[in-house]
């Protein structure tokens, strides 16, 4: 499912993502008026008192000291209206819920408006105190009011083509309405200084050029409802008043120019013009957001639609890619639970059948599964299901393969092992024929070396017979004392010397079984003292418990770690998986096909010498009462060969 879910779920994210960043630029748009009103309208009433305190602080301060008193009681009226502006400017600014609708743009340029209007109690101190003159008044006021143009800028920024030019248009002609406002405070500074210095007069004629060159400019650039307001403006006698002043103050000079403007008509008029020009540009503001509404709900209505196309394609290919996620993930299992039932029934099954000697049709065994691939051209999932029957199919037949190989083993290792038996049986007669005749005693400790190598060939041997799954031939008619069977088994190995056998309880060990135990016992000590340093001696203990008796075989070796008894476990608990490759355990699968045979239970565990225990357990099945002791010692024994 993976394969299907992750395709759709991306998908699906970058529908959203698109759908957020188409629809999010036509958001804002759709704010732009609310956004205006809520900040542009107070910094803009902020700004016209501003500028009106400019004028009124130019005039002051042109005003000769001791006849400054009506000018002063004006600027100080002015300064409560400009403190009252800009503290509702402040509260808009800082209304968290209202700065929430602003970008990170819109929020720095509020922020540098509310931080400029920050310096303006240390100017007006400088004017009360007349610590600087008119025209640098007028300078630093003209400071305090330009960040309004960025802010009104990033108010009214429209991201969409000629709405952009629009919005930046109606930027510039807000200029124009401060260059008005600049020409009157140089005008009033100098009607009542009596006059301009030169520097102040170029500043004045400049403020004059650009407020033309900007109305020229722009006003053509305006769309039609908002360029008809200011053409309208310009056939008024408000403008043409305006454009009479200008000229009168160009012709006059720099020393005429404050009796050029000495009556009231000029003040009138620059008020008229001030207020209109602030009229033109809200309502061309406003147009140009209207304008930008208009288009961003057009465009809001077109990304809807294409959203909502987008959106039926992600609901068919989420549709498409569960169906073919369910077929896919269908056939998938299909596989999955042919390779399980293979590998945890199948071919165990096969084994144990080959195990039990059954024969086997590989073709009935693993029958081909159908991938639903008949009659069309087959698909990678029917690919890999033709090669799963294949693998199964061949899997089969190389079990069977390999089971005929391990019959044909195990009877060629059983041939060779009954032949050799056969041999070692007639050479054991004939060492008993010449130890009877035999009286030099170093003729008859050879023979003994002869006949206890007899007796140790004859256990490889029947060790062969076991692995190849068949029982050795030696059988006995009565029961035998445990004692006479552990002291059996130490007689068959090389070191027979070094084992220690204790005295133990009268028990016997039932007829059928005591060949068998007596060579389950045999490999241990064998191990016990292969793995013994030479000089020690193997050591038993043996107790009877409930249920049966147990015989516990101590080496004093280096011992075994976790991991070596594990293995060794494995081994003694399956010993029908014996593997030829594994000659180094061939006692301990021997040990295991024997304790399987008669229910004994043989563990391995850590010696107290430092080596290794093999604590035998044998069954109540297994034990008898003892019978006439049996000949032992050099561990020849009565047997009967069959």
Same mark, same amino acid.
């Given at each position: 499912?993976?394969?299907?879910?992750?395709?759709?779920?991306?998908?699906?994210?970058?529908?959203?993502?698109?759908?957020?960043?188409?629809?999010?630029?036509?958001?804002?748009?759709?704010?732009?008026?609310?956004?205006?009103?809520?900040?542009?309208?107070?910094?803009?009433?902020?700004?016209?008192?501003?500028?009106?305190?400019?004028?009124?602080?130019?005039?002051?301060?042109?005003?000769?000291?001791?006849?400054?008193?009506?000018?002063?009681?004006?600027?100080?009226?002015?300064?409560?209206?400009?403190?009252?502006?800009?503290?509702?400017?402040?509260?808009?600014?800082?209304?968290?819920?209202?700065?929430?609708?602003?970008?990170?743009?819109?929020?720095?340029?509020?922020?540098?408006?509310?931080?400029?209007?920050?310096?303006?109690?240390?100017?007006?101190?400088?004017?009360?105190?007349?610590?600087?003159?008119?025209?640098?008044?007028?300078?630093?006021?003209?400071?305090?009011?330009?960040?309004?143009?960025?802010?009104?800028?990033?108010?009214?920024?429209?991201?969409?083509?000629?709405?952009?030019?629009?919005?930046?248009?109606?930027?510039?002609?807000?200029?124009?309405?401060?260059?008005?406002?600049?020409?009157?405070?140089?005008?009033?500074?100098?009607?009542?200084?009596?006059?301009?210095?030169?520097?102040?007069?170029?500043?004045?004629?400049?403020?004059?050029?650009?407020?033309?060159?900007?109305?020229?400019?722009?006003?053509?650039?305006?769309?039609?409802?908002?360029?008809?307001?200011?053409?309208?403006?310009?056939?008024?006698?408000?403008?043409?008043?305006?454009?009479?002043?200008?000229?009168?103050?160009?012709?006059?000079?720099?020393?005429?120019?404050?009796?050029?403007?000495?009556?009231?008509?000029?003040?009138?008029?620059?008020?008229?013009?001030?207020?209109?020009?602030?009229?033109?540009?809200?309502?061309?503001?406003?147009?140009?957001?209207?304008?930008?509404?208009?288009?961003?709900?057009?465009?809001?209505?077109?990304?809807?639609?294409?959203?909502?196309?987008?959106?039926?394609?992600?609901?068919?290919?989420?549709?498409?890619?569960?169906?073919?996620?369910?077929?896919?993930?269908?056939?998938?299992?299909?596989?999955?639970?042919?390779?399980?039932?293979?590998?945890?029934?199948?071919?165990?099954?096969?084994?144990?059948?080959?195990?039990?000697?059954?024969?086997?049709?590989?073709?009935?065994?693993?029958?081909?599964?159908?991938?639903?691939?008949?009659?069309?051209?087959?698909?990678?999932?029917?690919?890999?299901?033709?090669?799963?029957?294949?693998?199964?199919?061949?899997?089969?037949?190389?079990?069977?393969?390999?089971?005929?190989?391990?019959?044909?083993?195990?009877?060629?290792?059983?041939?060779?092992?009954?032949?050799?038996?056969?041999?070692?049986?007639?050479?054991?007669?004939?060492?008993?024929?010449?130890?009877?005749?035999?009286?030099?005693?170093?003729?008859?400790?050879?023979?003994?070396?002869?006949?206890?190598?007899?007796?140790?060939?004859?256990?490889?041997?029947?060790?062969?017979?076991?692995?190849? &799954?068949?029982?050795?031939?030696? $059988? =006995?008619?009565?029961?035998? +004392?445990?004692? *006479? %069977?552990?002291? #059996? @088994? /130490? &007689?068959?190995?090389?070191?027979? $010397? =070094?084992?220690?056998?204790? +005295?133990?309880? *009268? %028990?016997?060990? #039932? @007829? /059928?079984?005591?060949?068998?135990?007596?060579?389950?016992?045999?490999?241990?000590?064998?191990?016990?003292?292969?793995?013994?340093?030479?000089?020690?001696?193997?050591?038993?203990?043996?107790?009877?418990?409930?249920?049966?008796?147990?015989?516990?075989?101590?080496?004093?070796?280096?011992?075994?770690?976790?991991?070596?008894?594990?293995?060794?476990?494995?081994?003694?608990?399956?010993?029908?998986?014996?593997?030829?490759?594994?000659?180094?355990?061939?006692?301990?699968?021997?040990?295991?096909?024997?304790?399987?045979?008669?229910?004994?239970?043989?563990?391995?565990?850590?010696?107290?010498?430092?080596?290794?225990?093999?604590?035998?357990?044998?069954?109540?099945?297994?034990?008898?009462?003892?019978?006439?002791?049996?000949?032992?010692?050099?561990?020849?024994?009565?047997?009967?060969?069959?």
């Amino acid at each position: 499912m993976t394969l299907t879910v992750v395709p759709v779920v991306s998908l699906t994210m970058l529908w959203g993502f698109a759908m957020v960043s188409v629809t999010g630029d036509l958001r804002a748009l759709i704010r732009v008026q609310g956004v205006y009103e809520a900040f542009g309208t107070p910094i803009d009433t902020a700004v016209g008192q501003i500028q009106i305190e400019r004028r009124l602080a130019a005039a002051y301060l042109g005003t000769p000291q001791g006849e400054d008193r009506g000018p002063l009681a004006a600027l100080m009226r002015q300064q409560r209206e400009t403190d009252r502006a800009v503290t509702a400017m402040r509260e808009a600014i800082g209304d968290p819920e209202g700065r929430a609708d602003l970008t990170g743009r819109q929020r720095q340029s509020v922020d540098a408006m509310a931080a400029g209007v920050d310096g303006m109690e240390r100017l007006r101190e400088g004017v009360l105190a007349r610590k600087i003159t008119w025209g640098a008044a007028i300078t630093a006021y003209t400071a305090i009011v330009e960040p309004a143009f960025d802010v009104q800028s990033t108010l009214t920024a429209l991201q969409a083509g000629r709405l952009a030019r629009e919005g930046q248009v109606v930027i510039e002609l807000v200029r124009v309405r401060e260059f008005v406002s600049r020409e009157d405070a140089f005008v009033a500074g100098a009607r009542a200084a009596g006059k301009l210095t030169d520097g102040q007069y170029d500043t004045l004629t400049a403020t004059v050029e650009d407020r033309r060159v900007f109305h020229r400019t722009y006003v053509p650039d305006l769309p039609d409802d908002s360029r008809r307001l200011f053409t309208d403006f310009e056939r008024g006698a408000e403008y043409r008043a305006l454009t009479a002043g200008e000229d009168a103050l160009l012709r006059a000079g720099a020393d005429g120019a404050g009796q050029a403007m000495a009556g009231d008509s000029w003040r009138s008029t620059t008020d008229r013009a001030v207020k209109r020009y602030m009229l033109l540009c809200t309502e061309a503001a406003l147009n140009a957001a209207d304008r930008g509404r208009d288009f961003a709900y057009r465009e809001m209505l077109k990304a809807g639609g294409v959203g909502i196309a987008g959106l039926v394609a992600v609901g068919l290919s989420v549709w498409f890619s569960a169906v073919s996620g369910r077929r896919i993930s269908r056939r998938l299992e299909e596989l999955r639970d042919a390779a399980d039932v293979l590998a945890t029934h199948r071919l165990p099954d096969v084994m144990r059948r080959l195990a039990a000697g059954e024969e086997v049709d590989p073709a009935a065994a693993a029958p081909p599964l159908d991938f639903g691939d008949e009659g069309r051209e087959a698909d990678e999932i029917a690919q890999v299901g033709r090669a799963l029957n294949k693998a199964r199919l061949a899997a089969v037949e190389a079990a069977v393969k390999q089971a005929t190989l391990r019959r044909g083993i195990f009877a060629v290792l059983l041939t060779i092992a009954r032949r050799n038996q056969t041999l070692v049986h007639q050479q054991s007669k004939l060492v008993d024929t010449l130890e009877r005749r035999t009286i030099d005693p170093d003729a008859l400790e050879d023979l003994f070396r002869i006949d206890h190598l007899t007796t140790r060939m004859r256990r490889h041997a029947e060790g062969l017979i076991i692995l190849s &799954g068949a029982a050795p031939g030696r $059988r =006995r008619r009565e029961p035998v +004392p445990v004692v *006479d %069977v552990v002291a #059996a @088994a /130490a &007689g068959e190995i090389e070191d027979y $010397r =070094r084992v220690v056998v204790p +005295p133990m309880p *009268d %028990v016997g060990v #039932a @007829a /059928a079984a005591v060949a068998d135990v007596v060579h389950l016992v045999a490999e241990l000590v064998e191990n016990a003292a292969a793995f013994s340093p030479p000089h020690t001696q193997v050591t038993m203990r043996t107790a009877e418990v409930s249920g049966g008796f147990v015989l516990e075989i101590d080496d004093r070796g280096t011992g075994m770690d976790a991991a070596g008894l594990e293995r060794a476990h494995t081994v003694l608990a399956r010993p029908d998986d014996f593997d030829p490759a594994e000659d180094g355990r061939l006692g301990l699968y021997v040990v295991g096909r024997l304790a399987e045979r008669h229910g004994i239970r043989v563990t391995l565990t850590g010696s107290p010498y430092g080596g290794t225990t093999a604590v035998v357990m044998l069954p109540a099945a297994v034990l008898a009462p003892a019978g006439a002791p049996a000949p032992a010692g050099t561990g020849k024994e009565a047997t009967d060969d069959g």
